[in-house]
């Protein structure tokens, strides 16, 4: 409905749960009260390091949370994702100092009552179990004082934020200018000129195929695959489940203490080595869902460089419970380009696709020509039908945008969309008016939306100002996991 507002809207949602959320709900105050093992530097903040290994372990805190797993901890874009909110976080408590805000104790008092855990420890009489109370703190390695201490600081985090994000519009008109606009509607028709119908004039020659392929030989690869053996232990329904966990130790202990072959696992377990040929990183044609290699640790780790270079097993992977997996790569096959004749029947395919979008889109510059000289001619365009910002239809993205900026002194116009892979649409827009009944939970939604905005763009100016007091530098960037760099 509202696409501008839409665009942004989950930005905002992301900075409120970041920082409006209070980070400290009973379970994890060592962002602000820790100190973390001086590894490389990524970050610093008023002098301050954020470490690799700090977003290491913030990273693992943040996908237990949520339930992750461990795989997802470990990657690029996740750690960044955290490494920012560790950032901000810092940048925060920068300006919560610098400023010297302070909380009653009364707020104090109330923020502490809301939390679920804390109202679970009075009794039905109302008394408070201050036993309990500390047992539940030391139990999360604190006392007292840092509990209280970090309470407080969140609180002077969410006066912040919230002194922030209560920003108001100048004027209640523009939200209304705003909506208006978005209820402006124009009648369009449309002219497609479609890569399908050229096709019949192409008929590339064999020499134009041939230099396609060599300026593309990218498109023409074999994807790299590798030959695999590996070995599953699973769980006899009617085996100990304390007997099997100790297998499932020896399975795991063997295939690693001795990583240049499963042999000696297998023998030591009596299991058969499977092989399997052609594994890419989309899997092998044939193997059926819940098959071993069809896991995504599993084929990860046979992709990763140690695999691959120096042949190792990987590290035992639980697939499903009471199924365990190891295996090895045998061989590897790089990417290798396709020889001309196997790929020949694609390289035509390709090149008459793209040789009659080509006619396509010339076609419809040509018409488009001709009806700026005679804009009154809509022979060939489709019946006329009505679009708007709240309601167009099946037109979005630059189609839309290009109707609907459209100068309406000077209609009728016509306008031409270039759609890749398809060809291109002449759209012609002959009048324009103002819908009617306008709808005021729509107009009040939106103003909402645009308040919001509003107040995240505030937010954005907010966090600028205090990255420069607090004289923030890049020191390092963050590195994937598999580089050699444990802390990223």
């Given at each position: 409905?509202?696409?501008?507002?839409r665009?942004?809207?989950?930005?905002?949602?992301?900075?409120?749960?970041?920082?409006?959320?209070?980070?400290?709900?009973m379970?994890?105050?060592?962002?602000?009260?820790?100190?973390?093992?001086?590894?490389?530097?990524?970050?610093?903040?008023?002098?301050?390091?954020?470490?690799?290994?700090?977003?290491?372990?913030?990273?693992?805190?943040?996908?237990?949370?949520?339930?992750?797993?461990?795989?997802?901890?470990?990657?690029?874009?996740?750690?960044?994702?955290?490494?920012?909110?560790?950032?901000?976080?810092?940048?925060?408590?920068?300006?919560?100092?610098?400023l010297?805000?302070?909380?009653?104790?009364?707020?104090?008092?109330?923020?502490?009552?809301?939390?679920?855990?804390?109202?679970a420890?009075?009794?039905?009489?109302?008394?408070?179990?201050?036993?309990?109370f500390?047992?539940?703190?030391?139990?999360?390695?604190?006392?007292?004082?840092?509990?209280?201490?970090?309470?407080?600081?969140?609180?002077?985090?969410?006066?912040?934020?919230?002194?922030?994000?209560?920003?108001?519009?100048?004027?209640p008109?523009l939200?209304?200018?705003?909506?208006?606009?978005?209820?402006?509607?124009?009648?369009?028709?449309?002219?497609e000129?479609?890569?399908?119908?050229?096709?019949?004039?192409?008929?590339?020659?064999?020499?134009?195929?041939?230099?396609?392929?060599?300026?593309?030989?990218?498109?023409?690869?074999?994807?790299?695959?590798?030959?695999?053996e590996?070995?599953?232990?699973?769980?006899?329904?009617k085996?100990?489940?304390?007997?099997?966990?100790?297998?499932?130790?020896?399975?795991?202990?063997?295939?690693?203490?001795?990583?240049?072959?499963?042999?000696?696992?297998?023998?030591?377990?009596?299991?058969?080595?499977?092989?399997?040929?052609?594994?890419?990183?989309g899997?092998?044609?044939?193997?059926?869902?819940?098959?071993?290699l069809?896991?995504?640790?599993?084929?990860?780790?046979?992709?990763?460089?140690?695999?691959?270079?120096?042949?190792?097993?990987?590290?035992?992977?639980q697939?499903?419970?009471?199924v365990?997996?190891?295996?090895?790569?045998?061989?590897?096959?790089?990417?290798?380009v396709l020889?001309?004749?196997?790929?020949?029947?694609?390289?035509?395919?390709?090149?008459?696709?793209?040789?009659?979008?080509?006619?396509?889109?010339?076609?419809?510059?040509?018409?488009?020509?001709?009806?700026?000289?005679?804009?009154?001619?809509?022979?060939?365009?489709?019946?006329?039908?009505?679009?708007?910002?709240?309601?167009?239809?099946?037109?979005?993205?630059?189609?839309?945008?290009?109707i609907?900026?459209?100068?309406?002194?000077?209609?009728?116009?016509?306008?031409?969309i270039?759609?890749?892979?398809?060809?291109?649409?002449?759209?012609?827009?002959?009048?324009?008016?103002?819908?009617?009944?306008?709808?005021?939970?729509?107009?009040?939604?939106?103003?909402q939306q645009?308040?919001?905005?509003?107040?995240?763009?505030?937010?954005?100016?907010?966090?600028?100002?205090w990255?420069?007091?607090?004289?923030?530098?890049?020191?390092?960037?963050?590195?994937?996991?598999?580089a050699?760099?444990?802390?990223?």
């Amino acid at each position: 409905m509202f696409d501008t507002v839409r665009k942004h809207q989950k930005i905002l949602q992301i900075v409120l749960m970041l920082f409006i959320v209070p980070s400290f709900v009973m379970f994890g105050v060592s962002s602000y009260t820790g100190f973390f093992d001086k590894e490389t530097d990524l970050v610093k903040v008023n002098g301050r390091a954020i470490t690799a290994q700090e977003v290491e372990n913030a990273a693992k805190r943040q996908a237990q949370r949520v339930g992750g797993s461990p795989q997802i901890a470990q990657s690029l874009p996740f750690r960044q994702a955290i490494l920012n909110e560790l950032l901000q976080q810092q940048l925060l408590g920068f300006a919560v100092n610098t400023l010297r805000l302070q909380v009653s104790k009364e707020e104090l008092i109330r923020s502490l009552q809301s939390i679920p855990q804390i109202r679970a420890l009075y009794r039905q009489d109302g008394s408070f179990d201050d036993v309990r109370f500390k047992q539940l703190l030391s139990s999360n390695g604190m006392n007292e004082e840092q509990f209280y201490a970090s309470q407080s600081f969140d609180l002077k985090i969410q006066q912040l934020v919230g002194s922030v994000a209560r920003t108001e519009l100048g004027s209640p008109k523009l939200s209304e200018t705003i909506s208006a606009l978005y209820e402006s509607e124009r009648e369009v028709q449309a002219l497609e000129f479609s890569a399908k119908d050229y096709l019949s004039k192409v008929n590339p020659s064999t020499q134009e195929l041939k230099d396609f392929y060599a300026a593309n030989t990218q498109l023409f690869q074999s994807p790299e695959y590798i030959d695999v053996e590996y070995i599953v232990l699973k769980l006899d329904p009617k085996a100990d489940p304390k007997a099997f966990a100790d297998k499932a130790d020896q399975f795991a202990n063997v295939t690693y203490d001795q990583p240049d072959s499963l042999k000696p696992a297998a023998d030591k377990l009596k299991l058969p080595i499977q092989t399997q040929q052609h594994l890419t990183r989309g899997g092998a044609p044939g193997l059926v869902n819940g098959h071993p290699l069809t896991n995504t640790k599993v084929i990860q780790s046979l992709f990763s460089d140690d695999a691959l270079k120096n042949k190792r097993n990987i590290e035992a992977v639980q697939i499903s419970p009471g199924v365990y997996v190891s295996a090895r790569v045998v061989a590897f096959h790089p990417a290798q380009v396709l020889p001309f004749e196997e790929v020949s029947a694609e390289i035509k395919r390709q090149v008459t696709q793209r040789a009659s979008e080509k006619l396509a889109t010339n076609a419809a510059a040509e018409k488009l020509a001709a009806l700026k000289a005679d804009p009154q001619n809509a022979a060939g365009f489709t019946k006329a039908f009505w679009v708007s910002r709240n309601k167009p239809g099946s037109l979005a993205g630059a189609a839309m945008d290009q109707i609907m900026t459209v100068d309406s002194k000077q209609l009728p116009a016509v306008v031409s969309i270039n759609n890749p892979g398809v060809g291109a649409t002449l759209y012609r827009i002959d009048q324009v008016r103002q819908a009617t009944g306008a709808d005021p939970a729509l107009h009040k939604a939106q103003a909402q939306q645009i308040q919001a905005l509003s107040a995240q763009e505030e937010f954005a100016g907010f966090m600028s100002y205090w990255r420069d007091a607090a004289n923030v530098k890049i020191i390092n960037p963050l590195k994937p996991m598999n580089a050699g760099n444990a802390g990223g």
